[in-house]
């Protein structure tokens, strides 16, 4: 079993950059998928990016890519989501998610641990 918790969140300008990190407790963190989703006011929870377990694979929502970057490190037993040129679409509150597996996993329900989630407002 796996804790998360997500840090880094705050207010920024349109164009501008944050770095989430999502800190994972247990000895095991290197045998999970990590995730990023985010959720919008009165919409459903969206896929962000994802990562292997060592981190050699990675990948992105069309909507972030190019701007966004994922990023683990096993040793510190964190995950990050580097987000640069920001939009005020970007605007919710972001959940880190674990999974036990070798591959990515893109879909909610295929995550079985979530961190509470850190709020990100981008202002125009």
């Known amino acids: 079993q796996v804790q998360l918790v997500e840090s880094g969140g705050g207010l920024v300008q349109a164009g501008g950059s944050l770095r989430l990190s999502c800190a994972a407790s247990g000895r095991t963190f290197s045998s999970y998928a990590m995730g990023w989703f985010r959720q919008a006011p009165g919409k459903e929870r969206e896929f962000v990016a994802a990562i292997s377990w060592n981190g050699g694979r990675t990948y992105c929502a069309d909507s972030v890519k190019g701007r966004f970057t994922i990023s683990r490190d096993n040793a510190k037993n964190t995950v990050y989501l580097q987000m640069n040129t920001l939009k005020p679409e970007d605007t919710a509150v972001y959940y880190c998610?674990?999974?036990?597996?070798?591959?990515?996993?893109?879909?909610?329900?295929?995550?079985?641990?979530w961190g509470q989630g850190t709020q990100v407002t981008v202002s125009s």
């Open positions: 998610a674990a999974e036990l597996g070798l591959r990515l996993f893109r879909l909610v329900d295929e995550y079985d641990y």
